[in-house]
């Protein structure tokens, strides 16, 4: 099946900094890339849609200057928190669909678990 | 209303046992729908997608949809305890084409 790729898995951050998530399609090209967010027994949220070669769509309410994505090529994104803060703390997951269709399903990433102290 | 709602359980079943999972969704128009399985720390991963009217089995799973109750269930047969884990309903919508998920229900299986 379609594999994605996440990194880094886990990560621990003081509150200000910038911390960034990368996300790969291994073994398949993906112009469009989403990004989930997941607080603890919570659904996921879809934060973004990362489109390569232009400029992500943010949902409502998903800050774009603080979560800033970039789709540099057709097999990753990166999502980049920045001065991040307590709140900030969450899982972050980004997903892919491995061929063309508006009714696909979704492939995951491990995600990326965000501290911040 | 939700988008997509789900029963949240816990829903504790025996081992051997069906498991029986329920999701309704408000888009009447959608024509995709996936369940997904989450482990407790995980990301979400893919085990049955449905797009017509009826049964669709793979495995122990059995994935039933009737678009006009907008109605989507997922029945897991000889339940075990590696099924324990939290089951995500997952629509995609006939508007924007962006899938969104119930708040997912967390099933036990007791060996």
């Known amino acids: 099946g379609a594999v994605v790729s996440q990194h880094p898995s886990r990560v621990i951050c003081k509150s200000g900094t910038s911390v960034k998530i990368e996300c790969r399609s291994l073994d398949f090209q993906a112009t469009t890339m989403f990004w989930y967010r997941q607080f603890p027994k919570k659904s996921l949220m879809l934060m973004a849609t990362s489109n390569e070669g232009s400029k992500a769509t943010y949902e409502q309410g998903v800050e774009k200057d603080k979560f800033l994505i970039n789709h540099a090529s057709l097999t990753l994104s990166t999502l980049t928190v920045t001065s991040a803060h307590p709140e900030d703390s969450s899982f972050y997951i980004c997903?892919?669909?491995?061929?063309?269709?508006?009714?696909?399903?979704?492939?995951f990433g491990n995600g990326t678990r965000l501290t911040v102290t | 209303q939700k988008e997509v709602e789900q029963n949240s359980g816990p829903l504790s079943v025996p081992e051997g046992a069906i498991a029986s999972l329920n999701c309704t969704y408000s888009d009447r128009g959608s024509q995709s729908f996936f369940w997904y399985r989450q482990y407790s720390g995980k990301s979400p991963e893919l085990i049955m997608s449905?797009?017509?009217?009826g049964d669709k089995e793979d495995g122990r799973f059995t994935a039933q949809l009737n678009k006009a109750s907008q109605y989507v269930s997922l029945l897991i047969r000889d339940s075990q305890p590696s099924d324990s884990a939290t089951y995500l309903c997952?629509?995609?919508?006939?508007?924007?084409?962006?899938?969104?998920f119930g708040a997912g229900t967390t099933v036990t299986v007791r060996a």
């Open positions: 997903s892919a669909k491995d061929r063309a269709g508006l009714n696909s399903p979704l492939h």
């Open positions: 997952a629509v995609i919508s006939s508007n924007d084409y962006k899938l969104s």
């Open positions: 449905i797009y017509s009217n």
